[in-house]
């Protein structure tokens, strides 16, 4: 049973580009969760969906990002016109049910804006 | 958003000592709080977990306690091993359960 899988581990975008970062839950798990990780910081949430739902976004930044969970596929947090500021780790955990305790995180993509 | 902070940003112990490290909490309608370790390039990794009506809680070498009264959570690590330096994170799920509310973490460095 493979674990969360993000990908690309590693991704450069000049500024103004789109970038893209999938992640791809645990086997039976229906419940994606995404978290940004700024160089020396702790994780701060973002953003939470079930299959093609937006359950908690109240961590997104109100333009530029958003994210989906197509009933097929993987998670995509989608992020336009990048900024230098972007930079930074983002980790997405998945869960099998409602909550997050019994969540898993992937290894993250580690987003780098020039 | 809740507010997890911890003490010490930084430490430092030999090899085969115990290591604490420490936690605070703002919100006490929190109902379960947990410990991750994060090495160098890698995602969270689970530690031990507690839910709001346990005090102490152990598993292979660590230790979580809870004083729910000062809003304080540690972690502690017996017989400190090489292999255990990374960035410790004390998280709590709020109120909602939705979302970890992650602390600034801990950088645990083990001398040889």
């Known amino acids: 049973n493979a674990g969360v899988m993000q990908n690309p581990r590693h991704l450069v975008r000049r500024r103004g580009q789109e970038a893209r970062l999938r992640c791809s839950p645990m086997k039976g798990h229906s419940h994606v969760y995404w978290y940004r990780q700024l160089p020396e910081e702790g994780l701060k949430f973002m953003v939470y969906?079930?299959?093609?739902?937006?359950?908690?976004e109240s961590g997104m930044p109100k333009e530029r990002f958003s994210a989906e969970f197509p009933k097929e596929g993987p998670s995509i947090l989608r992020i336009q016109q990048v900024v230098r500021g972007d930079s930074a780790a983002y980790f997405c955990?998945?869960?099998?049910?409602?909550?997050?305790?019994?969540?898993?995180f992937g290894q993250g993509t580690r987003l780098t804006v020039v | 958003g809740e507010n997890v902070g911890l003490h010490l940003p930084t430490l430092s112990v030999q090899e085969g000592d115990n290591s604490i490290i420490n936690c605070a909490y703002s919100?006490?309608?929190?109902?379960?709080f947990i410990w991750y370790k994060q090495e160098s390039g890698k995602g969270p990794q689970f530690i031990i977990d507690?839910?709001?009506?346990?005090d102490k809680r152990q598993g292979q070498r660590v230790t979580v306690l809870l004083n729910k009264t000062v809003k304080h959570l540690s972690l502690q690590i017996a017989a400190t091993q090489p292999g255990d330096s990374a960035v410790y994170f004390c998280a709590e799920t709020g109120v909602t359960g939705n979302q970890f509310y992650f602390g600034t973490g801990t950088s645990l460095t083990v001398i040889p």
């Open positions: 955990a998945s869960s099998p049910g409602t909550g997050i305790t019994e969540a898993f």
């Open positions: 919100n006490s309608a929190s109902d379960y």
């Open positions: 969906l079930q299959k093609e739902n937006i359950i908690d």
């Open positions: 507690i839910r709001s009506n346990m």
